[in-house]
């Protein structure tokens, strides 16, 4: 399966035009995993990158990623009926993201899962009054020993996404989490992320939906 993901990767990039602000080598080693281990067809996306291209441009080529390996399921072996979104960090954000704007648009029933891992899901100025004794991490650990509150803060600022954006931070579409599918969360101990995994995990668990926290 690893070299099925790799054959797939180089032949969908010489049909498109890649940004030189595009970087999908950083996610490379995480998706050859995923392949060589799940049962899975891994499609890596590339996405324009802050601060030259500000929210929603990461989402709108994530959802253009979808679309096409959704709309290419039998060229690629794939199944429709197994469709899922995964990521890491922004990529965790980004599968929260595709997911909730399929669901705006109608279209929930092609997302049939998501695998999160140590998600942003809210921004420190939006954090919602019920979550905010519950939202600690950002400070607490914001001198992790990967991320850091100084790092995200720069990230933030460099997407220039309003704090009350849906769109980019989720929890603030919390009438669209109960349309959600079965979702998978992992959260780091030492991370100023840390809460916001917890928090999404408590927001989809009050919505009804079945979920996985790790």
Request: proline fraction near 6%; glycine fraction near 6%.
């Amino acid at each position: 399966m690893r070299y099925q993901y790799k054959a797939l990767a180089d032949r969908a990039n010489t049909t498109r035009t890649i940004s030189q602000n595009i970087h999908v080598e950083s996610e490379d080693t995480f998706c050859r995993l995923l392949a060589e281990r799940l049962p899975c067809i891994v499609i890596s996306v590339g996405y324009r990158l802050a601060p030259e291209h500000k929210a929603p441009a990461q989402l709108d080529d994530a959802l253009e990623a979808w679309n096409w390996a959704y709309n290419n399921a039998r060229t690629l072996n794939g199944d429709r009926g197994s469709y899922f979104t995964v990521g890491q960090s922004a990529g965790g954000n980004l599968a929260l993201a595709v997911a909730r704007r399929l669901i705006v648009l109608g279209r929930k029933d092609e997302v049939k899962g998501i695998a999160a891992i140590a998600p942003f899901v809210v921004h420190p100025d939006g954090v919602p009054s019920r979550y905010k004794t519950q939202y600690r991490s950002f400070d607490e650990l914001g001198d992790g020993p990967v991320n850091t509150k100084q790092a995200m803060t720069h990230f933030y600022e460099a997407i220039q996404a309003a704090p009350s954006d849906p769109d980019v931070y989720v929890l603030n579409a919390e009438a669209d989490l109960r349309d959600f599918p079965p979702t998978y969360l992992t959260v780091c101990g030492i991370d100023p992320l840390r809460d916001d995994g917890l928090i999404i995990h408590d927001a989809l668990k009050t919505a009804g939906y079945i979920l996985l926290l790790l």
